[in-house]
Structures are given as structure tokens and as C-alpha cells.
């Protein structure tokens, strides 16, 4: 069994991979942070955009509707297939992330550029720990710019 993670062909030490993966969320978060000016952005908060979009669909209730039918259609046709168990996973998952995401962001106005750059980082980490998100890896290294 390999111990390692396999990266363009090459077997990479996980603590290698972790390392590099920090690195890369630390250059990206400074990047994004620097190349925003606060003045200059007008971001909803994304329960802003949620509620928006739930609206749109019915509110909470008239969503959850829709999305239960659905689910319970393909249930229905076929409880086994992909889509039944990919519905039930997806399901599994909004429970999980809405208890973790329980508690109220602060206001980024009021958050340190070096904070905000810590966030980000935390978060792109763990997205890469996971495998939901791939960078695609450029020529481009960091000069010490920032």
C-alpha cells in the first residue's frame, strides 16, 4: 500500500502534501485579500443570496417542497439507483454543513486583513484536504510580494 499522495505522476509524503497544500491556501487568501480593496466591494452575505434564492422558490417551505418531491420521485422510480443514493447523500450532507454552519459569521468589515487572510487560508485547507477542490499548479512562485 502507498503511503503517499500521487501528484503529476509523482508519490508525494502526506506531510509534504499538507505543507504544500497550507502554502498554497496562504498565497491564494493573501492574494484574493490584497487584491480586494474593502471600499471598492459590495458582497452580499450568502445568507443574503440564500434567502434570495429561497424567496424566488417559495421561501424555505415551498423549496423544501420541491426538493422533497423530487427526492421522493426518485426514490420512487428507482430506490436503488445512483441519483436515489446521491439525493440521500446530498441530504445527509445539507444536515451536516447547516449544524456546522449554525452560527453567525462576523461582518468582514470588521475583521483584521491578517485575520481575514487566516480564514481563508483555514478554509482553502480544509478544501483541499478533502478533495473538493483541485488547483491546477502554474510556474508562477510567490516573490515575497504582498
Not at 443514493?85 to 459569521?105: H, I, P, Q
Request: charged share 25%; proline share 3%.
Amino acid at each position: 500500500m502507498c503511503s503517499g499522495i500521487p501528484v503529476k505522476g509523482v508519490v508525494v509524503d502526506e506531510g509534504e502534501q499538507e505543507t504544500t497544500n497550507r502554502r498554497i491556501a496562504e498565497l491564494t487568501a493573501k492574494q484574493v485579500v490584497a487584491s480586494v480593496t474593502r471600499k471598492a466591494i459590495d458582497v452580499p452575505h450568502i445568507s443574503e443570496v440564500a434567502g434570495a434564492v429561497l424567496s424566488k422558490l417559495g421561501g424555505a417551505t415551498g423549496f423544501a417542497d420541491k426538493f422533497v418531491n423530487t427526492v421522493n420521485g426518485i426514490l420512487e422510480e428507482n430506490p436503488n439507483s445512483r441519483l436515489a443514493l446521491t439525493a440521500l447523500t446530498e441530504v445527509s450532507k445539507l444536515v451536516r454543513e447547516s449544524t456546522v454552519m449554525r452560527e453567525t459569521a462576523p461582518d468582514v468589515r470588521n475583521i483584521s486583513d491578517k485575520d481575514l487572510e487566516d480564514e481563508l487560508t483555514r478554509f482553502m485547507q480544509a478544501k483541499l484536504a478533502d478533495g473538493s477542490v483541485q488547483l491546477a499548479v502554474s510556474e508562477q512562485q510567490d516573490n515575497g510580494a504582498g
